[in-house]
């Protein structure tokens, strides 16, 4: 009885991935079938089945040339990369791939953050892709320099103490500099970490509440809780 090739494509559409000419043998080539292996071999040459060069001597249904171009551009839907990293496909496959995807403006090339190289990025949704490697990579730079989220609260506290003192070094309730920030509820554990952080700096003293526990749990939420379990009601600038 000769083979069908399409039971054999019916397999490796089932198939993660492809299958070696040994393991297809193994499948269909029996005295019992009357399938030889020269039948298997020409039924391997019939259209919608592809040879792959990597497991040698292997067959799929997907062409290994699109099958490349799809996980190129997948790789590059995630996010901006300077370089395609898959394992398997030689190095010189990738590039050609990658130069037809931008060719076909699959792919798109901006300039890199910094140096000469540019980075890659899927042409389906590029802009938010690039945009969101270039704050990744300014704001990595930036915390590299002691330049954060957090460090600009602290900043901002720090600069708005003056205005909110009725005198020259009075303290500053925690809620009123919390309002003069325009914080919200969600805010008060990187306000609290903002402010001792700028006491471990020996910026600002702190006034602590003698008695936090025997207020409604409202108004201790307005005050600033230590790490050491005390609770700060006011903030007092040092002037360095």
């Known amino acids: 009885m ?38 298997l071999r020409a039924a391997l040459e019939s259209e919608g089945i592809f040879s792959w060069a990597k497991p040698k001597n292997s067959y799929w249904h997907i062409d290994p040339a699109v099958w490349l171009e799809s996980q190129i551009v997948a790789q590059c839907g995630r996010k901006a990369i300077d370089k395609v990293a898959l394992k398997g ?9 990658v130069a037809r995807l931008v060719a076909e403006g699959r792919l798109i090339r901006y300039p890199a953050v910094e140096g000469k190289k540019t980075v890659l990025v899927a042409a389906a949704g590029a802009r938010e892709a690039y945009w969101a490697y270039v704050r990744a990579t300014i704001e990595a730079k930036l915390a590299k320099a002691g330049i954060t989220e957090e460090s600009g609260l602290d900043e901002k506290i720090w600069d708005i103490l003056p205005k909110l003192e009725p005198e020259r070094d009075v303290p500053v309730s925690t809620a009123r500099v919390r309002s003069a920030l325009g ?49 700060y009601v006011a903030i007092t600038r040092r002037e360095q």
């Open 183 to 231: 914080l919200e509820e969600n805010d008060k554990q990187r306000f609290d970490e903002a402010v001792l952080r700028l006491r471990e700096q020996r910026r600002v003293y702190l006034s602590q509440h003698d008695h936090a526990m025997a207020v409604s749990k409202e108004e201790r939420d307005l005050l600033i809780e230590g790490k050491d379990g005390r609770y």
């Open 2 to 39: 000769p083979l069908n090739s399409k039971d054999i494509l019916a397999t490796l559409q089932k198939e993660p991935g492809p299958l070696t000419f040994p393991k297809l043998k193994k499948i269909y080539v029996s005295r019992k079938s009357g399938v030889t292996e020269s039948d």
């Open 89 to 97: 496909p030689a190095k010189k496959d990738i590039d050609g791939a």
